[in-house]
Every structure is written in C-alpha cells, then in structure tokens.
C-alpha cells in the first residue's frame, strides 16, 4: 500500500498508480468539459461546429422561460425517478439482506441480468406494456375495471416509471451493501427493547443504511436527469428533458455552442449535487 | 405463587434435522444468578434465544410467576438481553443507547431523561454520556450495554457471554460489578456461557448441557463435589477420568488395584472413575503403580503428571516442597471418599 507523506519514492510510486486513472479521467472528462466551456461562449458555424467572435448570448438565451421550465421539468423528473427508485428499492435490498448467503447471490444476480440487456430494448418492452392496447389496459378493461384505455404512454409518468426501471439495481446494490454491514443483531437488540419493525427501522436499519441510500439517489438522479431516449420513446416528445435539449441543438438546431451552454448547465447542477451528497455522506459517516 | 420465578417444561426445538433442545426443564427462582453452562452448540443459546423470544420451540412451555410467557411478544416481554457482540447502536451516543428501550414506554421525555441518568449514575458512566460507542473500551462498552438492557427493569435479564470478551483484569471487575447490580437492581440474571470459570464465579446455580439436554443442575460446589455423571465430571474442573470394573464393594482398576467404597454398585459392570488432581497424594516407590513423566512449578503447587502401567496419565497437585523428581516411581494415594464412580 502506498501511505501518503511516505518516503520520496512511495510518492513517485503513488503517482504511477494513479495515473491510469488520471489519464482516463482527462481524456474523457476534463477535456470534453473543457472543450464545452469554450464551445459555449464561440458563435455557431453556419452548417455546425463553431466560430468566432466570442460572446455569452447562450447564457442569456438560457434563461428565457421555455428553456428554464425545460430544466426545471427535468429536475422534477428525475427526483420522482429517484425517490420512486428509492420507495422500491430500500424495502427490496432490505429483504434481500436479511435472506441466507445463497439467496442473496441469487437475488442480487437477478437484479443484475437485466442490466446487461440493451436498454433501448428494455424501454421498448414498456411501449408494450403501456400503450393504449397494451397489455395493461387490456387486463384492466377484461376485468371490467375500465371501459377506455387509460392514457398511460406519452406521459411525464411513463418516462419516471421507465427510468425507474432502468437504474433500479444502482440503487438496489447500494443500499443492499450498507443493510448487509449492519449487524444482524442490532434489529434483534431494537425489538428487545420494546421497538415495532416501524421504529426499528426508522430509528436503526434506516439510519445505519443512509450513506448507500445517499448513493442510490446520485446512481439514479444522475443517469436520470441527462436521459434522452426514454423521455423520447415513453414522453414521446411531449415530455421534454434537459438532456432532450442537449441533443436537439447539437443534431438538429447545428446550434453547437447553444448545445454546449445546456450541457454545461446539466454539469453545474450534478456538480452542486454530487458535492450534497458527498457533504451529507460524510456527516451520515461520522454519527455511525 | 411458587418462589420459582420461570419455570421450563419439557422444552423441544429442532432446526432441521439437528436437535438444539431435547426436552429440556428446569426452574429458575427469583433473584437467582443461573448459569446455562456447556459447550459451542449445546443448546444454551437456543434456550436464550426462546426466553428472550427471537425463537419459538417445537414443542413445550415457558411460564413466567405461572403463566405463559411464549404467548407474549418480544417487545412486550419482561425480558432484556444483553448481547454478546453488545450490539450497541453505533449511530447513537451512550445516553441514546441507554434511554433506547424507554422511548418505547408511556413514559414522558422528562421521566426518560430522569430515569435513565439515574441508571448512567448507577453503572458509573456520567462521564461519557455524549460519546458514541466505537470511542468507548470494552469494559465500558459493556457497561452500556448492561444499562440499556436493565433500564426496562425487566424481571429477568439475559446474558449471552458476558465476560467472554474481556481480557482478564477487566473480567475480574466486571464479575463484582455484575453481582453488584444485580443485587442492587433485584433482577434475576440467566447467564449463557461455555467458560466454567465464568459460571463458578458467577451464579448461584448452574445447569449443565449437553447435546441439547441438561445433564446436571446445581451449585457450582455440588457440580465440583459430586458430579452425576461422566460429562459433567470432565466439564466441571480438572479431573482424572479412569476406565475401570465395579466389584461387590468398590472398583477394580489395572493400573490403580482394587479399591472399597462402603456401599456397593453392583459386580462386573464397566465404570467410570473420577478422581480430583488435589486428591492423591503421591509417595515415592520404586515398585510403583506409576512413573513421573512431567513436574512443573507452579506457585503455590506443582503440576504433576503421572503415568500409570496401563499408560492412562493421570495429574496431582503435589506440595511445592515435595521431593518428586521426573522418572521416578510413586504410588497413588487417595481416599475413597474422595473418588466418584458413575
């Protein structure tokens, strides 16, 4: 192991370890980070990429009401995404912590396999499921419980409860790995002492697991709030995101720098949060 | 009302196709120091686990002043239990800990904060209300732990291996403390260890298991005096555990002769014999019943290991003065009265 403040050459030796990391942090974040900083205040080319003079019109042109109400949408969008992520996940890795060994490997992987499915795939199987003669509505209308379709596809609840979908296991696994720290025995000490499972779990299982249910909501809110595709195929171009905006003015606008200034918006805003989160993680870690 | 405070009947619990409890009673009195003694899974903690009320028998009943406390559930039982890990809440500081099981009473935030500073000035830990418990040692640590289980006053508190994970100065004090806050607290304590040192120096009564069963229930001088059977004999102390034959009146051992007891337990049948390593007394001989192979000092005694004819080995306290040297021949000398046949 490499101890900082050790002799002259653990230090060399501590560079050479992390510069892999170093490398590939600056070739595919700072740069592009970069890059869109200067994008964002050059003049758009008249068939793409960019000119002179230098300005900052984006940003003032970001500020025009459409646009803000865009990011403010988004912003919603992926909290509910988060929070719905998080009504599901805790109650799901606080049942599978408390499972045996085998059946914890066996959940976990399961929750993990259709990870790996393409995506686009998986948001396809919701057009499915939720479209005016999907199967949702058909079983509701077979029952009796529905005489017309409920308009369930093409809203901003189709994108949360896709999304949701999507980056459940990020935060599933993290909340799972704190529950699976807690030692079994302080549940067991809460009921002795005269807890309901409500109060234990408000008062021990809940706060012991805070720093991964904190990681959970950054896994979620982060993938969420820049997502493109689901608000495409499952708001279907009624529910526009951030990261709609993004695309839009680089593909079909030409409007690079003007892409840019939203892309630099989305990044300012993960910036504040991942630092929240890091801030809260950290206090969470000291009361434990 | 009996003076029997808990009373076990015939107590069963399987896990699978392994008998943790076989039919297993016994009564427990009010203010009683009782010790569940045996080895890693013999059942003991298991019978904990029943009585605090994480596991529920097969088959069989508990009664609590006479009436059935497996009925009752853990929140509401009059039971606390002191883990062994502690299991203290890490997030919480030591007066949280403490006033834990109180939040969850009628009581009102003034009675809580009353009561269990009480307790805090009781146990001695005024000084460290605000700490949490990772920068408190061990003994403290378990001070705490001892408090947040008594601060319910239950009527019986459970300790699984209290004393195990201290190291040995801080034992010793925490042996005097735990009698100390029993009494003071009049609350009968259940303690569950496989130490019999931990046992002896702790309870009144002590209940032996094995294998699921209870093989002798006494005091801690009874189980050392006169032991039942063989199990309880070898557990209980040092000991010297000889094969040997019953005869009309005593026994007949190859390396040791015949010995005669007063009363008879039957001709011909294969026994047990247990002799106390303080028992016999050693006398040089040089035609004798056996060799010394190993004699270290220890203090106020020297450890002596004899090895008979039949080459069964058998330890003696010998006087720390006494002329015995490593090779040389002895014979065993011991009073009847003194050795235990089962």
């Known amino acids: ?288 | 009302m009996s003076q029997d405070l808990l009373k076990i009947r015939n107590l069963t619990k399987k896990f699978g196709s392994i008998t943790a409890l076989n039919n297993v009673s016994l009564e427990i009195k009010n203010n009683e120091m009782f010790a569940l003694l045996g080895p890693s899974g013999c059942g003991k903690t298991t019978l904990l686990r029943i009585i605090a009320g994480f596991e529920y028998p097969d088959s069989g009943q508990v009664l609590m002043n006479d009436s059935d406390l497996l009925s009752i559930p853990t929140r509401t039982r009059p039971v606390n239990l002191m883990f062994q890990s502690y299991a203290l809440f890490p997030h919480m500081d030591v007066f949280s800990n403490i006033s834990y099981g109180l939040t969850n009473t009628s009581l009102t935030k003034e009675e809580i904060k009353n009561q269990t500073n009480e307790i805090i000035e009781k146990i001695g830990l005024g000084e460290h209300v605000k700490k949490k418990p990772n920068q408190l040692s061990g003994g403290q640590q378990q001070r705490v732990a001892l408090a947040r289980a008594i601060a319910r006053k239950p009527k019986i508190l459970l300790l699984d291996e209290p004393l195990s994970a201290l190291d040995k100065k801080i034992r010793q004090e925490m042996q005097i403390e735990l009698k100390r806050i029993q009494h003071d607290f009049g609350i009968t304590f259940i303690i569950v260890t496989h130490d019999q040192d931990e046992a002896i120096s702790l309870a009144n009564r002590i209940a032996v298991f094995d294998k699921g069963e209870i093989k002798q229930i006494s005091t801690p001088q009874e189980l050392y005096e006169n032991p039942t059977n063989e199990f309880v004999a070898d557990f209980i102390g040092e000991g010297n555990i000889l094969k040997a034959t019953s005869t009309s009146s005593g026994f007949e051992h190859p390396g040791l002769g015949t010995v005669n007891f007063s009363h008879s337990i039957g001709a011909g049948k294969p026994v047990t014999v247990l002799i106390r390593p303080e028992s016999i007394n050693l006398t040089p001989a040089s035609n004798g019943a056996g060799q010394i192979t190993d004699a270290v000092f220890a203090g106020s005694k020297k450890n002596i290991t004899v090895k008979l004819t039949t080459n069964e080995i058998v330890r003696v306290y010998a006087d720390k003065s006494a002329n015995l040297e490593v090779g040389s021949h002895v014979n065993l000398l011991f009073n009847p009265q003194d050795v235990r046949v089962f």
Do not use: C
């Open chain 1, 1 to 288: 192991m490499v101890k900082s403040g050790g002799s002259k050459n653990s230090r060399h030796l501590g560079w050479a370890w992390a510069s892999p990391g170093l490398i590939f942090l600056t070739l595919f974040a700072a740069i592009p980070v970069v890059s869109m900083l200067f994008m964002s205040v050059l003049t758009a080319g008249r068939f793409g990429g960019v000119t002179t003079p230098i300005n900052f019109d984006n940003f003032s042109r970001a500020t025009d009401p459409i646009f803000v109400q865009v990011i403010l949408n988004s912003l919603v969008i992926a909290s509910a995404t988060a929070i719905l992520s998080l009504l599901i996940g805790f109650p799901t890795a606080l049942f599978i912590s408390r499972l045996s060994r085998k059946w914890q490997i066996i959940l976990i992987v399961a929750i993990i396999l259709p990870y790996w499915t393409n995506f686009l795939v998986r948001t396809y199987a919701w057009l499915v499921l939720l479209n005016n003669e999907g199967i949702i509505n058909k079983f509701l209308k077979n029952i009796g419980l529905i005489d017309k379709p409920i308009e369930m596809l093409y809203t901003p609840g189709a994108v949360i409860v896709g999304m949701t979908y999507l980056y459940l296991p990020l935060m599933i696994l993290p909340i799972y790995a704190a529950l699976e720290k807690v030692d079994k025995n302080l549940t067991e000490a809460a009921y002795d002492l005269g807890s309901s499972v409500w109060k234990s779990l408000r008062t021990i299982s809940i706060p012991l697991a805070m720093p991964g249910i904190l990681i959970g909501l950054i896994f979620v809110f982060v993938p969420s709030l820049g997502n493109f595709v689901v608000p495409e195929l499952l708001g279907g171009g009624k529910t526009v995101m951030i990261g709609n905006l993004v695309r839009d003015q680089f593909l079909k606008a030409r409007d690079w720098p003007f892409g840019a200034t939203f892309a630099l918006i989305l990044t300012l805003i993960l910036i504040v949060l991942i630092s929240l989160q890091s801030y809260a993680s950290k206090k969470a870690n000291v009361n434990a």
